[in-house]
């Protein structure tokens, strides 16, 4: 079947595989389970494309799970924010969204079960003093004097501590292991400690919330997944998953595997740096088109089919590594060469004025909207006396090589005529402010009669119909490739990665609007229209250069 053979394959794939063939499971059940303490970005993309690119191609269900145990940090405005951006890459959750909070109950009393198992004590310990027992990588650590307390003792403790009865930091509960374990998370590990904070779910049900580590294994056995993947860091959790699940009584077993984060080069994909960058106004928002963010791509112009057609390039391995931004480019830009519709816009206007065309003279031409697809059409685009050429489309001198404007010398108006420059007039500065030429009538759609050889071909547009416009180009964020490994990263932002040009687009890009996706303005890039946009003028972000640049910059 075609279908299967353009499935990627990858390690998970193939323990799936083995456990279907094996029986073990019948069905696969995985999860996404986001933090909601953030907008997504490119790195969980990955996650989200392995897990719900598992449960599509193996017919099993995809949860989408919040991981919401640490309600200090989270908002329900992030939570909207991670539905919107799933469900705009394509995917579909299982159900109805869940989230760890679901299960606060169960959780607790699978706490109270550890207890009495004589498997968990509350701790007095301050912070400082537990972090002085812990030991480090080389020396084991040191029991705590509340290791052994009773188990009746440790029951009226918790109980205490859900009433609220103590303070934040005064004590908390901890899984009873091995403190001289060679796994750190292993040194018995707290569960559950006391926070005064408002949930967004549970509101002010709980003083005591559960750690991620008793709290992800239990939340993947209730839910019966059956894979539950994760990134490399918590690799070593791995035996405090399997520990927790051993000692409660459940009868489901998932099993977490590991694979490594993406990491890409001149951002950062980690959500602490990312708050901070929004948070000290680096950067215009979540959605500024130069964050990695879901919501910044999708503002920039990516497409769904772009970026997840990214992560299936970048496959899923162990192996830890920084992708080329190069590679994700790439993806966008052979989608949109493909399909993105051309249209015509000036970033740096000079203005032409055709002598032999009179002023009250407007003719309607067809441009075709695509050079290799028929299929999209054609447009209507007007040309009359005076249009917009980009200024350094035009020098009064230049040798063969410059194939655009220069003064005394032809050039062809892309989808329209030959004009040819006879004369300029500059400001007092010497810039040049207005080029004045001629045209042939007799080369519309044809070379010139007589045989004359014209080369260059260049973008314009009728400044009779042009509409204002601004155009914002953005270059990479950080001017280092790992950003991540400064000292502080923020002193490695790139101040002009955002420039931006005062132009004009034409007339049939009057009514553009953020749904209409995607124009290759022609030999200038791949746009599209913001939500900032105006009735004074329309705003496009260039998404992607029509080559990749990035190369040459490396080199310089
Ligand atoms: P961060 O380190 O940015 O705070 P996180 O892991 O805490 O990320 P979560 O919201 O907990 O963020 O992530 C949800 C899921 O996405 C997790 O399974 C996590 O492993 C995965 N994930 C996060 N970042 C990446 C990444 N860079 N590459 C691949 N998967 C990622
Ligand atoms: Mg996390």
């Known amino acids: 079947m075609a279908e299967t053979e353009n499935r990627p394959t990858n390690f998970i794939r193939q323990i799936i595989d083995k456990d279907l063939a094996s029986g073990l499971h019948q069905q696969v059940k995985t999860r996404f389970p986001p933090e909601p303490n953030g907008y997504l970005h490119i790195g969980h993309a990955k996650s989200i494309c392995l897990n719900f690119g598992i449960a ?91 290791r052994d307390t009773d188990v009746e003792t440790n029951l009226q403790a918790f109980a205490k501590m859900a009433k609220g009865e103590y303070q934040e930091g005064q004590c908390s509960l901890r899984a009873k ?59 070593d959790n791995r035996r405090l998953y399997d520990w927790v699940i051993d000692n409660i009584t459940i009868d489901a077993r998932p099993r977490q595997y590991e694979f490594s984060r993406l990491n890409l080069e001149y951002t950062v994909l980690s959500k602490r740096r990312l708050i901070q960058l929004v948070d000290e106004g680096h950067v215009s928002g979540w959605d500024d088109p130069r964050m990695p963010t879901i919501a910044g791509l999708r503002r920039r112009g ?11 390039r970048i496959g899923v391995t162990k192996m830890d590594n920084l992708v080329e931004m190069g590679m994700l480019e790439a993806c966008i830009r052979d989608d949109l060469n493909a399909n993105a519709p051309r249209a015509m816009a000036v970033l740096e206007p000079v203005k032409i004025i ?28 007007t040309f009359s006396r005076e249009v917009w050429i980009e200024a350094e489309d035009f020098r009064e001198e230049a040798n063969k090589k410059f194939k655009r404007l220069v003064l005394g010398k032809e050039v062809r ?65 950080f001017e280092v490739p790992n950003p991540a490994a400064e000292e502080n990263f923020v002193d490695a932002i790139n101040n002009d990665s955002l420039v931006t040009k005062q132009g004009y687009v034409e007339r049939s890009l009057a009514t553009a609007s953020v749904e209409d996706g995607n124009w290759q303005f022609e030999r200038t890039g791949y746009f599209c229209c913001d939500k900032d946009s105006s009735d004074e003028q329309r705003v496009f972000n260039q998404t992607v250069g029509l080559r990749d640049t990035w190369a040459k910059i490396e080199n310089k």
Request: hydrophobic share 30%.
């Open 302 to 312: 990516y497409t769904p089919g772009a970026v997840k057609e990214f992560c299936k």
């Open 413 to 477: 108006l892309r989808n329209a005529y030959v004009i040819k420059a006879e004369r300029v007039e500059k400001d007092d500065a010497g810039n040049v402010t207005a080029i004045y030429c001629t045209y042939d009538a007799d080369t519309l759609g044809k070379d010139p009669a007589d045989g004359r050889k014209v080369k260059g071909v260049i973008h314009w547009v009728d400044a009779k119909t042009a509409i204002p416009a601004q155009f914002r180009l953005y270059d990479r964020l």
């Open 56 to 146: 599509e191609d193996y017919q099993g269900t995809c949860n989408l799970r919040f991981d919401d145990t640490n309600p200090a940090k989270e908002d329900i405005s992030f939570v909207n924010s991670i539905k919107q951006d799933v469900h705009w890459l394509g995917f579909e959750w299982s159900g109805e969204a869940r989230y760890s909070s679901n299960y606060f109950d169960r959780l607790h009393g699978f706490a109270i079960e550890l207890i009495e198992k004589g498997l968990a004590y509350v701790d007095f310990s301050t912070h400082d003093e537990m972090r002085e027992l812990r030991g480090t990588l080389t020396e084991p650590g040191t029991n705590s004097p509340y």
């Open 354 to 381: 055709i002598e032999n065309v009179s002023d009250d003279h407007t003719e309607t031409l067809q441009a075709p909207n695509h050079p290799n697809d028929e299929s999209m059409g054609k447009r209507e685009i």
């Open 177 to 235: 292991i091995d403190m001289s374990s060679p796994f750190m998370c292993m040194r018995d590990p707290v569960i559950y400690r006391v926070k005064f904070a408002h949930h967004h779910q549970t509101k002010d049900k709980w003083c005591i919330y559960p750690m991620y580590d008793f709290t992800h294994c239990i939340s993947d056995a209730i839910e019966g997944i059956t894979h539950s993947l994760c990134t490399l860091e918590f690799q």
